[in-house]
């Protein structure tokens, strides 16, 4: 079984910082990648950044040059800092892991619970 934790998130001012945390725990052979997830109220839930376990990363357009994403692989653990808010980046934050529990299962997706970000004055 498989568990990913998530901490952070809350309300901030336009402008402000976050930062999100989540940490994978249970039995895990190997660890693809990591990542964030959002969906805002009446939308369908898009990638946020990912971080594979060689180093890569990725970002949607929209957080480009305000979020940066980091990855330990070792320890399961992934973060995601969040500059410059602005109030579209309100939403639910979902952290994702892509990843194997045993050579002979296929690759899965896990998800966290979910944590709020609001960004409103």
């Known amino acids: 079984q498989v568990q990913l934790v998530e901490s952070g998130g809350g309300l901030v001012q336009p402008g402000g910082s976050l930062s999100l945390s989540c940490v994978a725990s249970g039995t895990i052979f190997r660890s693809n990648a990591m990542g964030w997830y959002r969906q805002a109220p009446g939308k369908e839930r898009e990638l946020v950044a990912t971080?594979?376990?060689?180093?890569?990363?990725y970002y949607t357009d929209s957080v480009k040059g305000r979020f940066t994403i980091s990855g330990d692989n070792a320890k399961k653990t992934v973060t995601l800092q969040m500059n410059s808010l602005k109030p579209e980046d309100t939403a639910v934050y979902y952290c994702?892991?892509?990843?194997?529990?045993?050579?002979?299962?296929?690759?899965?997706?896990?998800w966290g619970q979910g944590t709020q970000v609001t960004v409103s004055s």
């Open positions: 994702n892991a892509n990843l194997r529990t045993s050579w002979a299962v296929s690759n899965y997706d896990y």
């Open positions: 971080v594979t376990s060689s180093g890569g990363t």
